[in-house]
């Protein structure tokens, strides 16, 4: 697939839409919004902006909100959905994944990324952090496809003799692929978790990531059982396990973080780590509910992210938000825990601090990287519409999505994929996923 002409960064005006330009100010105000080339040049509340522009996207009826961040997912997990549900996580991944996963070849993560990418774009998301196998197929789809991402290749290493492969298969990938795509696409190291590494996989990854000057990416504190074996183990609880291998002396996107102590939380903050909250994956495996507000008073970065398709059921990053707020309150016993503005800029703007990029993304503001989203307030689940934003939160589906660009270059819009032919993806995912049954 070649990119398509018609998509590439131009002048561009969105005109009369209703705009949240910085999620935790907590408001929308009308406003046309200009983007030259790669990035926003302004914001002109209420309007009025005239001159010449190569495209000019009609906001009227919409709502335009900064790119979602989906901090956590295995993108070609997306062959896997479905299969298996309702296993806890031990059981599920031993018995129902793993043996699939060894079929898999570099064609079924090719296709099955494909699948995830036309998923993630038509609910809204613009950037996403992937941790799997056959890394240089997740990176080409992206390449091809447009979106923006942060991927690591999995390293499973439970034992010695494991661990020099699986690094260096992840270092190789990260050397060829860090910055491609016109910088669409950085890369990070993926130790896959506390249980599945080996101490001195980690000190060799951790030592590896400061050279490269790469983040890690991980499952941490996900389960019950996690934290006991690892305490069983080392005394420790996973977190100040990773602490005491120095893992935090780098970068570090933690995902899930449901079984924390306060002293856990104390040493993620203390060592900027973020954490990635991703509710609907830890319902449907029954993992718990994580500290989301706590870990935010405590001065912990907390984005969101989807997990994969097969423990998700789906990519959907507005469902995400709205769980995370739902979640916050019932686990705090208070309505004012993860406020729907919060809830927001966790899926934007925190989502993009835990991909290294809060400079660049996250809030449509002047200079920014033009990564946003347009999505239709004509449902009736916008009507009457005395808060766009709380709307959006509570009352928002994927398929309000009208319009999806990244560096200003239109993925989508209208219900039409502009860099992928979504019919040929679902039919060739459809005929691979018969191995897999
Ligand atoms: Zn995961």
């Known amino acids: 697939m070649s990119p398509n002409p018609y998509t590439a960064p131009v002048r561009t005006l969105i005109r009369g839409a209703m705009v949240i330009e910085r999620p935790e100010a907590g408001s929308a105000r009308r406003a046309d919004v200009v983007i030259e080339g790669r990035r926003y040049e302004a914001v002109v509340a209420g309007g009025g902006?005239?001159?010449?522009?190569?495209?000019?996207?009609?906001?009227?009826?919409?709502?335009?909100?900064?790119?979602?961040?989906?901090?956590?997912?295995?993108?070609?997990?997306?062959?896997?959905r479905g299969l298996s549900p309702d296993l806890p996580l031990k059981r599920w991944l031993e018995e129902e994944i793993w043996p699939r996963e060894e079929k898999l070849t570099s064609k079924d993560v090719y296709w099955g990324s494909l699948l995830g990418l036309a998923e993630m774009i038509r609910s809204g998301t613009t950037a996403f952090l992937d941790m799997y196998f056959f890394m240089d197929e997740v990176a080409r789809a992206v390449e091809e496809v447009g979106l923006r991402a942060l991927l690591g290749y999995g390293i499973i290493a439970p034992t010695p003799e494991r661990i020099a492969p699986e690094i260096e298969a992840a270092e190789r990938f990260a050397r060829g692929w860090d910055g491609k795509a016109e910088g669409r696409i950085r890369v990070a190291l993926a130790p896959h978790a506390p249980t599945t590494c080996h101490p001195a996989a980690w000190q060799w990854v951790t030592e590896l990531a400061r050279e490269l000057h790469v983040p890690l990416h991980t499952h941490l504190a996900e389960t019950e059982s996690e934290v006991e074996e690892i305490r069983a183990k080392t005394k420790k609880s996973p977190v100040e396990w990773l602490e005491e291998l120095e893992v935090f002396s780098v970068p570090v996107v933690a995902a899930h973080c449901v079984h924390l102590s306060e002293k856990d939380i104390e040493i993620l903050a203390a060592h900027g780590a973020s954490a990635v909250h991703c509710p609907t994956s830890n319902l449907k495996l029954a993992s718990g509910i994580a500290p989301v507000q706590e870990m935010l008073d405590g001065g912990v970065n907390v984005a969101l992210g989807t997990d994969g398709a097969a423990s998700a059921g789906d990519l959907n990053m507005i469902e995400e938000m709205r769980l995370a707020a739902l979640l916050a309150k019932v686990r705090a016993h208070n309505p004012h825990a993860l406020p729907a503005p919060e809830a927001l800029r966790c899926a934007t703007a925190r989502g993009a601090v835990a991909l290294g990029l809060g400079k660049e993304l996250g809030t449509i503001e002047p200079g920014r990287r033009a990564d946003g989203v347009l999505l239709s307030r004509e449902g009736p689940q916008f009507c009457p519409g005395y808060d766009p934003l709380g709307d959006l939160v509570y009352a928002g589906q994927g398929s309000d999505v009208k319009a999806v660009f990244v560096e200003g270059r239109l993925l989508f819009a209208e219900g039409e994929h502009l860099t992928l032919d979504l019919d040929e993806v679902q039919g060739r995912c459809c005929r691979m996923s018969r191995r897999f049954r």
């Open 49 to 80: 902006v005239g001159g010449a522009f190569d495209r000019v996207i009609d906001g009227e009826g919409c709502l335009l909100i900064p790119g979602l961040v989906n901090a956590h997912t295995h993108l070609a997990m997306t062959l896997f």
